[in-house]
């Protein structure tokens, strides 16, 4: 009887699952409509004392979207003010909805990933998992990846597709 080979785990494949990389904590909109006069004029005096007296704690720990969803025209100096007083308290916070502090927070962390540590190697991205991961997310580690690795594949080490390979030795 022939000995039965699992190829793929003699392979020298190294598998990235982004889902490590995923955005960890709760996120917290900060709007600023609900701090501006009729929530369509802002009165700086009024908008300080209303920033001065709010419980910022409610923001503890939590990544927070800085957003004004009412068609007012607000200077810039009250969302750096907003911001002010959110970096004590929040874990993150930027300008912009829930999906865009989700994207900013992924993309931080894929910087984390120390692309030399892959250098030559043969990398697949994992395709499938329990989160959702975005597009962003997948051009980002190619971004990363792609000047120091021989190959980049996106799936399972059983089953992927191809998206880079280089013929050069040093993977430069």
Not at 64 to 92: G, K
Not at 111 to 134: L, S
Not at 150 to 156: N, V
């Amino acid at each position: 009887m022939e000995e039965i080979v699992n190829k793929v785990a003699q392979s020298a494949l190294t598998t990235i699952d982004l889902e490590k990389f995923y955005p960890q904590g709760e996120t917290a909109v900060f709007d600023l409509k609900d701090h501006l006069f009729m929530e369509l004029i802002l009165k700086e005096k009024e908008f300080r004392a209303g920033l001065q007296e709010l419980d910022w704690e409610k923001y503890r720990g939590k990544n927070v979207a800085i957003v004004c969803t009412a068609d007012a025209i607000v200077p810039i100096w009250a969302y750096m003010l907003v911001a002010s007083y959110l970096e004590p308290v929040a874990a993150f916070y930027a300008f912009g909805d829930e999906e865009f502090v989700h994207k900013t927070l992924f993309l931080k962390n894929l910087a984390a990933i120390d692309p030399e540590q892959y250098r030559d190697g043969r990398v697949v991205i994992k395709g499938c998992g329990d989160k959702t991961v975005t597009e962003a997310a997948y051009v980002e580690v190619t971004r990363l990846l792609r000047p120091v690795v021989k190959s980049i594949m996106y799936g399972e080490p059983c089953s992927t597709v191809p998206v880079f390979k280089t013929s050069r030795a040093s993977g430069k």
